[in-house]
């Protein structure tokens, strides 16, 4: 993912760099020539906002503990691309020295201060324009922090809700286990309780080593060595 970013950085760089150039050259270019500059930069613009919403889009693609470096990058751009269009409606209304003879004629001197008022006027309604766009500009940066901040406070819900699931999970099977537990032992107490005596005499010599998983195999097995167990009393009588 970063490589795509970084290709569409320096596309960006590129075609930024070319639109500064002209910006700077249209204020001296005849009227038929500054046309076709003027609609050629616009269509540049165009194209480096496409790129700011590749970029952007890819930004959003980043985990978010990795997030914060692209999207300061992403601001300077946005910033970047902000002064480019400020520049590019300064530099449609400066006029060149001949273009303002053109327009003046023969009669400049008299004009002229009409002229420098209009500037003036224009240039005042740039700075009024210019402060919006940075207001507005602040509002997104605002509004895009809090969309982040929300994605994150999701995932980490999301990943909390996993956790609890896990540890309900564990739970049931705990209390599966300790109930499986308590049905074995209920069955060899009863198993124990029908017993001769004898017999639990003979267990109680194996008890250390034995577990209830073991106890009702030994009970039940035809081999086992408390079936075959006698007690001394009935070895003495077969003797007699």
Do not use: C, W
């Not at 890819?58 to 946005?78: A, L």
């Not at 499986?180 to 003979?202: A, C, I, Q, Y």
């Amino acid at each position: 993912m970063s490589s795509d970013f970084e290709g569409y950085e320096q596309d960006f760089a590129v075609l930024t760099a070319e639109i500064t150039n002209k910006i700077a050259r249209v204020p001296r270019l005849p009227p038929d020539e500054k046309k076709q500059v003027v609609a050629n930069v616009e269509k540049q613009l165009e194209e480096a906002k496409e790129l700011l919403e590749q970029m952007d889009l890819e930004v959003r693609e980043i985990p978010p503990q990795s997030r914060g470096m692209y999207s300061n990058r992403m601001r300077s751009y946005k910033q970047e691309m902000g002064k480019l269009e400020t520049d590019f409606k300064r530099s449609r209304i400066a006029y060149s020295d001949e273009v303002r003879n053109e327009l003046l004629g023969d009669d400049g001197n008299s004009s002229e201060n009409q002229l420098i008022k209009l500037r003036e006027e224009r240039a005042h309604l740039l700075d009024n324009t210019e402060r919006l766009e940075r207001s507005s500009r602040r509002l997104e940066a605002g509004y895009q922090i809090a969309v982040e901040t929300e994605q994150i406070g999701q995932e980490m819900l999301e990943n909390l809700s996993h956790d609890r699931e896990k540890i309900q999970r564990a739970r049931e099977r705990l209390r599966e286990t300790d109930a499986n537990l308590g049905k074995s032992s209920r069955v060899l107490t009863g198993m124990l309780r029908r017993l001769p005596r004898s017999k639990v005499k003979f267990l109680g010599h194996f008890q250390p080593t034995l577990t209830p998983l073991h106890m009702p195999l030994l009970l039940l097995h035809p081999q086992s060595p408390i079936q075959n167990h006698k007690p001394p009393n009935s070895q003495i009588r077969g003797n007699m």
